[in-house]
């Protein structure tokens, strides 16, 4: 399912931007880590994963500078995605969040929006709490997410990136 959400990020994205850096970053450190739990029962394969990946696994340190990979921020975030699902009564993907516009200042709207799993995200200036609320769209058959204007067409986001595949693939 991560994989699934941040395809766009890797493949889209600008080379430097943030979003497919922070992605990088995370299925990098879960390579890590999924491959020091496999050298134990095939050596041999870290090994190679190693040599591929041109990492030193006897010297695993990870050092991040940015801002909004602290230890706070995704504690905050984590806290944020327990309380949102705990209030939703239908699925994630078919929600639309409204958050208090302070966490405009900490996370973007897609951060927000993939980490909770919702349709879309509003920042309220008037509001303490999150509110849910219903998407009255389709469900895209891309995403899944409940953002398209039938159930047979893509949604907007989608057919933007089809379109851009497209035109790299030319």
């Known amino acids: 399912f991560y994989l699934d959400s941040i395809k766009d990020r890797l493949y889209l994205s600008a080379i430097d931007s943030s979003e497919r850096l922070s992605a990088q970053l995370a299925l990098k450190l879960i390579m890590t880590d999924f491959a020091i739990t496999l050298a134990p029962l095939c050596p041999l394969l870290v090994a190679e994963v190693s040599e591929h990946a041109k990492m030193d696994f006897s010297k695993m340190q990870f050092k991040v500078t940015s801002d909004s990979t602290s230890p706070a921020l995704f504690e905050r975030l984590k806290g ?28 973007t709207k897609d951060t927000l929006r993939e980490t909770l799993g919702c349709v879309s ?49 030319r």
């Open 80 to 107: 944020l995605r327990k309380q949102v699902h705990s209030l939703a009564t239908i699925p994630m993907n078919q929600c639309i969040v409204s958050l208090p516009e302070h966490f405009g200042a900490a996370f």
């Open 121 to 169: 995200i509003e920042f309220m200036p008037y509001i303490s709490e999150p509110n849910i609320t219903a998407s009255t769209l389709c469900k895209c058959p891309r995403c899944w997410y409940f953002q398209s204007a039938s159930d047979q067409n893509a949604c907007e986001k989608c057919r933007e990136q089809c379109m851009f595949i497209e035109n790299v693939n």
